[in-house]
């Protein structure tokens, strides 16, 4: 159910003078007619404002939407009645995609539709309720004087959340192998001294083999073909006794680490399949 509060407010001249009428002055806008969209997490709080400049009244509507599949399609239908030259939100983390994404569909072009950074716009929104931020919103988009963010088109917006997932992912398993590596130096190994790159392929093999509880002169014999020290030396530095609760342990960090390294794999396949459409078509040699 859509909640709609008309509002009607005198202005002492259009708004179209560029200069002071009758002693008040006036501010030019870019657009007739705008909404301001407030996004919050369960409610899209909405202002529709358009300037008769004939009888030189601003006029705003208020209206409110949920944030459902229904809802939002209330919501476009009431965009398109309206038919404003202007839609401005602001980019409340995520959760403007879902009503920019249906006012998208609608039809609406980037030209129409308009995002502003949350942090500019609370900078000069001074005290805030609901309606009267969707109706600076709307001010704001007729005025035209703001700085809007850049929006992707759909298939990239997908592609870079993509992407930060993959960035995520990769800063959590750098902090699990941290965390691996201080379980070891608690138990008296010290990896860093035995290897000179410990995110190594060979000590990475070599380590998750003493964990599992393989003979480590023969794990280093088997991957450490090119390091500096010999087997003997890395027996000498890593070979100390795990008892049951820290080998456990290790074994769930390990599980963690090759957990974090499928689903990395598994995300990246996923952009390159998602990028596949875009990239530029190769000509063939005989052409």
């Not at 007739?32 to 705003?60: F, K, M, N, P």
């Not at 750098?174 to 190594?200: E, M, Y």
């Not at 998750?208 to 530095?237: C, F, S, V, W």
């Not at 974090?260 to 190769?282: D, G, M």
Request: glycine share 4%; aromatic share 6%.
């Amino acid at each position: 159910m859509t909640n709609s509060k008309p509002l009607v407010r005198k202005h002492c001249a259009p708004h179209t003078a560029a200069a002071s009428t009758h002693g008040c002055p006036v501010v030019k806008a870019a657009f007739d007619s705008a909404i301001g969209i407030g996004v919050h997490h369960s409610i899209l709080v909405c202002a529709y404002q358009a300037c008769d400049t004939q009888a030189g009244e601003i006029r705003t509507e208020v209206s409110e939407f949920g944030t459902t599949v229904s809802a939002l399609k209330e919501l476009v239908e009431w965009v398109k009645q309206r038919r404003p030259q202007r839609i401005l939100m602001e980019s409340t983390g995520v959760l403007w995609l879902s009503p920019y994404e249906a006012l998208e569909r609608a039809g609406f072009t980037s030209a129409e539709l308009a995002l502003i950074n949350a942090r500019d716009f609370k900078a000069v929104a001074g005290r805030k309720t609901d309606t009267q931020d969707a109706i600076r919103l709307a001010e704001y988009a007729r005025l035209g004087n703001i700085r809007t963010s850049f929006v992707p088109v759909r298939e990239f917006r997908e592609q870079r959340q993509i992407a930060r997932q993959i960035t995520k992912h990769t800063n959590e398993l750098q902090r699990c192998k941290s965390r691996l590596i201080k379980t070891l130096n608690f138990v008296g190994c010290r990896p860093t001294a035995a290897f000179s790159n410990v995110n190594g392929k060979a000590a990475q093999k070599i380590l998750m083999e003493y964990i599992r509880g393989a003979n480590i002169r023969e794990a280093a014999e088997k991957h450490g073909a090119r390091l500096r020290h010999t087997p003997q030396e890395i027996e000498d530095i890593l070979c100390f006794e795990l008892y049951e609760n820290m080998q456990d342990l290790l074994r769930i960090q390990l599980e963690e680490i090759d957990r974090l390294k499928e689903t990395i794999e598994s995300l990246w396949v996923l952009l390159r399949h998602a990028q596949q459409r875009h990239e530029p078509n190769r000509c063939s040699k005989g052409s």
